[in-house]
């Protein structure tokens, strides 16, 4: 079993930045791509970064990238949400996921673990 905890959430204005984290623990790290969705109140939700196993590749949507950074430490069991040049239309509830069986794909029924969530709220 995998358990996956985020942290970092919290009130930023917009403009500033956030860093989220995603601890993993129960199995190798290593092991499973890793991705970060979020979900507005009201909304679907949304895929907002995924990366490999390696890190060696990232992919975005467009209403994200240049903004936010994906990225992870193998040997900290650790994954990173870097999120800058927040908008009010960021705030949500961000979760990470893991998936053992792809990389890093965008399709959030392809991961098979996920986290409680963080709220990120971004005031004017």
């Known amino acids: 079993q995998v358990h996956l905890v985020e942290s970092g959430g919290g009130l930023v204005q917009a403009g500033g930045s956030l860093m989220l984290s995603c601890a993993v623990s129960?199995?190798?790290?290593?092991?499973?791509?890793m991705g970060w969705f979020r979900q507005a109140p009201g909304k679907e939700r949304e895929f907002v970064a995924a990366?490999?196993?390696?890190?060696?590749?990232?992919t975005y949507p467009e209403s994200v990238k240049g903004r936010f950074t994906i990225s992870r430490d193998n040997a900290k069991n650790t994954g990173y949400l870097q999120m800058s040049s927040l908008k009010i239309e960021d705030t949500a509830v961000y979760y990470c996921?893991?998936?053992?069986?792809?990389?890093?794909?965008?399709?959030?029924?392809?991961?098979?673990?996920w986290g409680q969530g963080t709220q990120v709220t971004v005031s004017a």
């Open positions: 996921a893991a998936s053992d069986k792809y990389s890093h794909t965008r399709i959030s029924t392809d991961y098979n673990y």
């Open positions: 129960g199995r190798t790290f290593s092991s499973y791509a």
């Open positions: 990366i490999s196993r390696s890190g060696g590749s990232r």
